[in-house]
Structure formats: structure tokens, C-alpha cells
């Protein structure tokens, strides 16, 4: 079935360094792809997102590049702070089967000073 | 555009006893997801309506938990009896159906004592 694995965490970077989060997801046909991001104590914010093969979502500095031929999404960012620190998700919809949409399981990254 | 309304932010009972969540979706938004989010782990859906229809509710405990969609706008998400595993933030989303689509309410903060 569709589903989506992600890099177990945390991952703990020294600030100004370079992040990567690797995502890949299973799905019979073409969903959309997501980054969310959770900060501590609150909710899950829509980071960035593709919809198809060879897109490219970015936000804040974060990118990640809609990968059909390895079946990845990973999130990249070239510079880290301290308030990057949270907890990342990346998930998938599937439009065409009822629109269903799937998290990972996350990934918490520390960033420190 | 008004979000996706969920009441109460937090709630605190005694095992045994029973609870309910409500959910308002963004006008329109034909798809209704529950998803529960245990603390460190990714949200997992608990059952998705499509107006008032159970598109999926594979992984919803049916021996404690039950959901409804009256009239294919709110829905109510209730526990009887609780669990202390049931501690957990119960998230709502809706959809109109399109990868721009997802809005995700605040969530319930549950704690079973």
C-alpha cells in the first residue's frame, strides 16, 4: 500500500551546518508530497510541498526536490539555526485513492549554538 | 478562510470514562480526516469521511472509539471507555481534494490519569 519512511532521528547539528532528512514513499501511481514541520507544543505547519515528478518546494530556506526514479522527497536545508529545532514530517496524499494522506513517522532534529 | 475548528484544546479523565472531540472543517472541504499523534511518533489516521461517508477507518480501536459525520460538515470523534495508552493529541483535517487542499486544526490534547 502507499506509505512513506523517513530517517530515524534525532539528528543533532551544530548551527550554520548542512541538513538532510531523508524521505522515500511507496505509492501506486503519483501522489503529492509533503514536508510538515512540528515546533515543541505546537501544531503541525505545511512547510513545503511538490505535486509532481521533478518538482522542486521550498520554504525558509528548506528545499526538496520530488524524486520519481528513487521514490524520494528529501529535505535539504544549507544552513541550520537554533530555531530550525522541531520535529519534521514527511507525508504523501493520493488523490486518486480517496484522497488519502500519510504521515512518516518523523524526525526530530536539535540544532545547537 | 476560517481554519479547521476543533474543541476542547484540552482534556484530562480518569480511565474508563468516556470523551468526545469535535471537528469543524473549512466550508466545502469534502474530506474529513482523524488522525491520532502519540507523543514522538507521526500521526496516524484513525478514519477519513468522504462527505458523510467512512472512506477508512482500518485502523480506529471500533471497540472504544467511534466517529461520526452528520450531514457531512462536523464530526465527532468519541472514547468509551478510555485507556491510558489513548493519551495522545487527536488532530482533524479536511480537504477539498487537491494537493493544496490539506488544512489541519490544533488538535486535542488528551490525557488519560
Known amino acids: 500500500g502507499d506509505s512513506v519512511t523517513q530517517m530515524e532521528g534525532p539528528v543533532t547539528l551544530s548551527e550554520e551546518a548542512f541538513l538532510t532528512i531523508n524521505c522515500t514513499y511507496t505509492?501506486?501511481?503519483?501522489?503529492?508530497l509533503f514536508w510538515y514541520v512540528q515546533y515543541p507544543g505546537e501544531g503541525l505547519q505545511l512547510l513545503l510541498k511538490?505535486?509532481?515528478?521533478?518538482d522542486k518546494g521550498s520554504n525558509k530556506g528548506f528545499e526538496a526536490t520530488y524524486r520519481k526514479e528513487t521514490t524520494s522527497f528529501h529535505l535539504e536545508k544549507g544552513s541550520v539555526q537554533v530555531s530550525d529545532s522541531a520535529v519534521y514530517f514527511c507525508?504523501?496524499?493520493?488523490?486518486?485513492?480517496?484522497?488519502?494522506?500519510?504521515f512518516g513517522s518523523g524526525t526530530k532534529l536539535n540544532v545547537k549554538p | 478562510e476560517a481554519g479547521v475548528a476543533q474543541s476542547p484544546r484540552y482534556k484530562i479523565i480518569e480511565k474508563r470514562q468516556s470523551v468526545a472531540f469535535w471537528c469543524n472543517p473549512i466550508?466545502?472541504?469534502?474530506?474529513l480526516y482523524w488522525y491520532q499523534q502519540i507523543l514522538g511518533q507521526g500521526p496516524k489516521l484513525l478514519i477519513q469521511?468522504?462527505?458523510?461517508?467512512?472512506?477508512?477507518d482500518s485502523q480506529l480501536p471500533k471497540d472504544r472509539f467511534s466517529a461520526e459525520r452528520l450531514k457531512g460538515v462536523d464530526s465527532t470523534l468519541k472514547i468509551q471507555p478510555a485507556k491510558l495508552e489513548d493519551s495522545a493529541v487527536y488532530l482533524c483535517?479536511?480537504?477539498?481534494?487537491?494537493?493544496?487542499?490539506?488544512?489541519f486544526g490544533s488538535g486535542t490534547r488528551l490525557t488519560v490519569v
Open positions: 505509492a501506486t501511481g503519483y501522489p503529492s
Open positions: 507525508a504523501l496524499s493520493v488523490i486518486y485513492n480517496f484522497n488519502k494522506f500519510y
Open positions: 511538490a505535486t509532481k515528478a521533478d
Open positions: 483535517a479536511s480537504s477539498f481534494g487537491t494537493p493544496d487542499g490539506y488544512t
Open positions: 469521511f468522504q462527505n458523510n461517508g467512512v472512506v477508512d
Open positions: 466550508s466545502g472541504h469534502a474530506t
